[in-house]
């Protein structure tokens, strides 16, 4: 027994900040203390606080340390972990109150939350098969194997209301149904995670990888009884490098303790499952292209149908599922639909998780039942935007989705919402936008990343894009008309009925979006010439206030072009020919003197 | 589209192609191996010339044509060998959105390379990567296996320096 527990996040964003040389001192240290047998120190998945990492809770108590560093261990090892007293300068200020130190769930970003896909993240180690069976693991694929047939497995997926969390959102029931019955007496089916989570901003998948990857591989083996597979695969990122690590511990102690592999739970069940790693194509996350790509080939997507139910890996019929969707299995079958589908709203039922990023305080992973609002998110959970500058849009569903502006702050999230208002729920990732972000530019990142990731086989996803891409680069370089406004337009719908799979079916979407709610933007940078957030450089022009000018010569000797000019004490000039518009005259000024626009 | 052969001369050693052949032959019966057995090969050589190529088409009895279009199918595949130090900026929306499209510039023209390409002293390769997962310390670089986050375009000129060797 330990007296004490210490957890330390090892998840992406943590490790990035020097989590793990924290873990590795912490332990040296408390060694040195002669704690070892007292206290254990725990490397766990996310715990969704990423802006505030590396961090650190200890237990019982609770304590919640945020932005640890290594030089602080020594501290937190002699002061909490030896005399109890906390280190008060390293406590998360959200957590102390007047009358001491809250409970962690009761501040604002975790209270509205509702841990459900994330539920062992940040508790258990990954690590280790036997913290996640201490939670209640491989009880729902021993119940299912024992006391369930596949069709009341199938029955109460279909009654949970559980739809697809990559994106697309199909009823996860009806899928496995269609697996199950479409091809009678199939010799081999395939059960499939997608795990290839390529919208840039988007780590929810990951996350669960690293933090619970036990709890995909019991709803896989789920999946294969109730569908009558007995082979799986997950085909991760090979840029997850933790992630992949991590399953391949996982899968091996699964083998181990028979979670996996033959005759499971002497159930005479037998199933089993493979890594597949990514090699960085976007295209990859669209389910056929997946398997083309699982199976060694380039992956390019195919048209459906026939569907992969009927006709997917190796011609096989086959399931495939998002992370999320998965690590939500287990808890409805132990805790039944109803529990699930008693939270969310009339369409979609239960949680959905969200990574936060772009400008906003509390970057970081959330979830939150759906139905809640973007106010609620935005403000109360994320913390709101920093530096005083007001919000603009969220952007939901990476290249494949759509801003909301300011209008639709108080929509309930979920997702036939987001797509009546032109945007989409996607895999979760939401990037806050202030208005020091230009829309048009936004619009072009994603296209530019659209060209970069077609895979080249369809027409109007190859070339069609490419000609989107290079009409708003156009535009951001004031060279735009309006007539381009219309072509825009129109070319966008041709790309979205004519492509062959989801990748370019949605490309468009960021264009159309911010066509629909920023068009203003789009008129003054056409119009006017000018970008109104300041971002677009062909546009911008600095100048310096002659009144407010001192003459130091800061900015002239800052400037990499020589393109200021003034003798000292007097008011400068900016030769707007030579000028690259680089900035730095700005950030140098002491006096505020220089403005762009 | 990338030239077929690359201007570096192959300096493969029989050591690596008995290492790439043992792996081969572990994936024997394995339904798509031919995935696992390019990223291992990349492990070993660090990209994937036309020579590494042609030993895997033999052994695994695959069209060379074939194994060329995955290979540049997939950005994770290099026909050309890395520098010492590979740089990759994270241009994923939340890096994006605060600034990392300036740090890739800005290193661009430090470096004297665009995107993709090498020193000529094989020290640095700049990529643009997408989403490495580090969202809440954008804007991000890794620089091999480290990361830097929260950077400003002030921080390069350090992150630099401790590459110098």
Redesign the interface.
């Known amino acids: 027994m330990y007296r004490s527990h210490v957890l330390v996040c090892g998840g992406t964003g943590c490790t990035s900040s020097g989590s793990q040389q924290i873990i590795d001192t912490l332990k040296r240290e408390i060694k040195a203390a002669g704690l070892e047998n007292e206290i254990e120190v725990v490397k766990t998945g996310c715990f969704g606080l990423c802006a505030l990492g590396p961090i650190m809770i200890v237990y019982p108590e609770g304590t919640f340390y945020s932005m640890v560093q290594e030089k602080d261990i020594p501290e937190i090892v002699s002061e909490h972990l030896v005399k109890g007293r906390i280190v008060s300068r390293l406590v998360y200020d959200e957590t102390v109150t007047e009358n001491g130190i809250k409970s962690l769930q009761d501040t604002a970003f975790y209270s509205k939350q509702n841990r459900v896909a994330l539920r062992n993240c940040g508790v258990i180690s990954p690590e280790n098969i036997e913290e996640y069976i201490g939670t209640g693991g491989y009880e729902a694929l021993g119940k299912v194997l024992t006391e369930m047939t596949p069709d009341e497995v199938i029955q109460t997926i279909l009654d949970s209301g559980l739809r697809g969390r990559g994106g697309g959102g199909f009823p996860t029931g009806m899928k496995w149904k269609l697996a199950r019955n479409i091809v009678p007496n199939a010799d081999q089916k395939y059960v499939c995670c997608n795990a290839d989570e390529g919208d840039p901003g988007a780590f929810m998948d990951r996350s669960v990888l690293e933090g619970d990857p036990h709890v995909v591989l019991e709803a896989m083996a789920i999946a294969g009884y109730a569908i009558g597979a007995n082979q799986g695969y997950i085909y991760v990122r090979a840029e997850y490098p933790i992630a992949v690590k991590r399953l391949e511990i996982a899968i091996n102690q699964a083998r181990e303790y028979g979670m996996l592999g033959k005759d499971i739970f002497g159930t005479g069940f037998d199933f089993d499952i493979g890594l597949r790693l990514g090699a960085g194509a976007f295209v990859c996350g669209e389910e056929t292209a997946l398997m083309t790509s699982i199976e060694g080939n380039r992956g390019e997507p195919r048209p459906r149908p026939p569907f992969p139910a009927e006709k997917g890996l190796f011609g096989k019929p086959t399931i495939l599922n998002n992370v999320e969707t998965y690590a939500n299995i287990p808890r409805i079958i132990l805790n039944g639909a109803e529990w699930f589908s008693s939270m969310g709203t009339e369409k979609s039922k239960g949680t959905k998780v969200f990574a936060l990023g772009g400008k906003i305080k509390n970057t970081g992973l959330v979830e939150i039942p759906m139905g809640t609002t973007l106010r609620t998110v935005i403000e109360e959970i994320g913390g709101g935007i920093p530096n005083g500058k007001k919000f603009k849009a969220a952007q939901t569903g990476g290249p494949s989705g759509g801003c909301i502006p300011a209008e639709h702050y108080d929509i309930p999230i979920d997702y036939d919402n987001l797509i009546s208002i032109g945007s989409m729920m996607g895999s979760g990732g939401l990037i806050v936008m202030d208005e020091d972000n230009c829309m048009v530019d936004i619009a072009k990142f994603f296209l530019a990343f659209t060209v970069d990731e077609s895979c080249g086989k369809c027409t109007p996803c190859r070339i069609g894009t490419k000609r989107l891409y290079e009409m708003l680069d156009k535009i951001t370089k004031g060279q735009g008309t309006l007539e381009d406004l219309d072509k825009i337009e129109e070319l966008c719908y041709y790309i979205k009925n004519n492509s062959l799979c989801g990748l370019g079916q949605t490309a468009p979407n960021p264009v159309l979006s911010t066509l629909r709610y920023f068009r203003d933007e789009y008129i003054a940078h056409v119009v006017d010439k000018t970008c109104p957030a300041g971002v677009c450089k062909d546009l911008l022009k600095y100048s310096i206030d002659p009144d407010k000018c001192r003459g130091c010569t800061l900015c002239a000797r800052k400037c990499p072009a020589s393109a200021i000019s003034g003798t000292v004490k007097q008011p400068h000039v900016i030769d707007q020919d030579k000028c690259v518009k680089c900035g730095a005259c700005m950030e140098t000024c002491k006096f505020g003197a220089i403005s762009k626009n | 589209m990338a030239a077929k052969t690359c201007s570096i001369p192959f300096a493969g050693t029989a050591e690596q192609e008995a290492r790439l052949k043992e792996i081969i032959a572990s994936h024997k019966g394995d339904?798509?191996?031919?995935?696992?057995v390019?990223?291992q090969a990349q492990e070993i050589y660090g990209y994937l010339p036309i020579e590494v190529q042609t030993i895997i088409a033999t052994e695994m009895d695959i069209p060379l044509e074939?194994i060329y279009?995955?290979v540049t199918?997939?950005?994770?595949?290099s026909l050309n060998p890395k520098g010492k130090y590979t740089i990759s900026v994270c241009?994923?929306?939340?890096c994006?959105?605060?600034g990392s499209g300036d740090l890739f510039d800005e290193l661009s023209a430090k470096l004297g390379i665009s995107g993709g390409e090498t020193t000529p002293d094989g020290k640095f390769s700049l990529v643009d990567?997408?989403?490495?997962?580090?969202?809440?310390?954008?804007p991000?670089l890794t620089v091999n296996d480290d990361?830097y986050?929260r950077l400003t375009v002030d921080d390069l000129d350090g992150i630099l320096e401790k590459y110098q060797d």
Request: proline share 3%.
């Open positions: 339904k798509g191996a031919l995935m696992p390019l990223q074939k279009g995955v199918f997939y950005s994770q595949f241009l994923g929306t939340a994006y959105v605060k990567c997408r989403c490495i997962g580090a969202c809440g310390l954008a991000v990361v986050g």
